[in-house]
């Protein structure tokens, strides 16, 4: 529900997931402000999506090359790894078919590119960078208090905003799905006339 607030851990968005049979690939994104440093050490501050591995199989496009985010990709300890816009790629790597496997900086991490995204993709705003969003702290969104960045400083009062989204489940509809969101206290439940 747009532009609406509330406290969610990433423990919520795990039992959402586990627990919603008319809504799938729960997922959640947070735009995040980076320095993005190429190798040749050119510098632009760019928007990079913080996504779960949800986000692309949302979207249902593949990567032009290489893979998209992974769900392991967001486990502790994993390797930094970011996907990238075709025109990133055409920009900062000259359109090289031996772009994955190599380097970016974005801010202070070294990320490995692990795939392309062909051109015009840019979900869920208009990005040309994806990282993989990782818990870091109990709190994911609304908590106000400080934490470690990720999903579990999402929507944060105090910190960047961050977005919850799922696709109907095959057959659903939305009428449904919003009943059942409602029934886990997602969502307040529809007011009368469908508003």
């Not at 509330?6 to 995040?32: I, K, P």
């Not at 980076?34 to 199989?57: H, K, M, T």
């Amino acid at each position: 529900e747009a532009g609406r607030r509330r406290d969610t851990t990433w423990q919520d968005l795990e039992r959402w997931r586990d627990s919603l049979q008319l809504v799938g690939d729960v997922g959640a994104f947070q735009t995040m402000r980076r320095n993005i440093i190429a190798p040749d050490g050119s510098v632009e501050l760019a928007a990079v999506a913080e996504i779960s591995a949800a986000g692309f199989r949302v979207a249902r496009v593949p990567p032009l090359i290489g893979r998209p985010i992974a769900d392991a990709d967001a486990a502790p300890g994993a390797a930094p790894v970011v996907v990238i816009g075709y025109d990133v790629w055409q920009r900062r790597f000259a359109g090289a078919r031996d772009v994955i496997g190599r380097e970016l900086r974005l801010g202070k991490d070294v990320h490995t590119v692990v795939g392309v995204m062909p051109a015009g993709f840019q979900f869920p705003l208009n990005f040309g960078y994806w990282v993989p969003l990782q818990p870091a702290s109990p709190k994911l969104i609304g908590s106000g208090s400080e934490g470690g960045p990720g999903a579990d400083a999402m929507l944060r009062n105090t910190g960047p905003e961050g977005v919850v989204f799922g696709r109907l489940a095959p057959g659903a509809t939305l009428a449904r799905a919003h009943a059942e969101v409602s029934a886990l206290g997602i969502l307040p439940p529809a007011l009368p006339g469908g508003q």
